[in-house]
């Protein structure tokens, strides 16, 4: 195990090592979250020895972790495409045979498309915790947004969202 961290951190390839060297700074900066995932992985050691293919289930908040670490700093920071037709954008219209840049790190730190605390690691945004069971679980983003729906029409009516929730790829906070 050791040596294959090694590999990946000093002589893997660059978008792996960077990847992985990120979520490990990431973990050390918060205690909280370094504390979630080593407990997280403790519950699931005996499973995933006796089945490893349940690893997503199993280490649903470490998953979080990776996911949260690539939306922060993701290995390719931007990207490029050439237009192959005409794109309208608002008023302006972009010609075909343009190049434009993708720029990924603002896009996943964007307040409208992640909430007021886009800036913010919160691996929560992937994850929830489901009391019946005492484990984290992948969030199910689109029963989530049929039910936030329902909670902006009952805000018209005079009802609050929950100041704790966190969105992930949503526009619509």
């Known amino acids: ?27 050390s900066e918060h205690p909280r979250i370094q504390s979630l995932c080593a407990e ?25 972790v990776v996911m949260e670490t690539l939306r922060l700093h993701p290995p390719v920071f931007t990207n490029c ?25 603002q896009i ?3 307040e409208r498309n992640f909430g007021k605390r886009a800036k913010e690691f919160l691996p929560e945004r992937w994850v929830r915790w489901e009391e019946e069971r005492k484990c984290w679980v992948k969030r199910d983003y689109a ?5 936030s729906q329902q909670t902006r029409e009952r805000g018209k009516q005079g009802f609050t969202q929950d100041p704790k ?9």
């Open 108 to 110: 996943h730190t964007d």
């Open 143 to 147: 029963r989530e947004e049929q039910e």
């Open 81 to 105: 495409r050439n237009l192959v037709k005409d794109v309208e954008l608002d008023e302006y219209t972009v010609p075909s045979g343009t190049r434009v840049y993708i720029p990924v790190v």
């Open 40 to 64: 997280e992985a403790r519950r699931a050691a005996d499973h995933l020895v006796l089945d490893p293919t349940q690893w997503e289930d199993r280490l649903a908040y470490n998953w979080a």
């Open 1 to 27: 195990m050791i040596e294959m961290l090694m590999t990946l951190f000093f002589a893997g390839y660059d978008t792996s090592s960077i990847g992985l060297s990120m979520a490990m700074y990431e973990v």
């Open 165 to 173: 929730y966190i969105p992930a790829a949503n526009p619509n906070y």
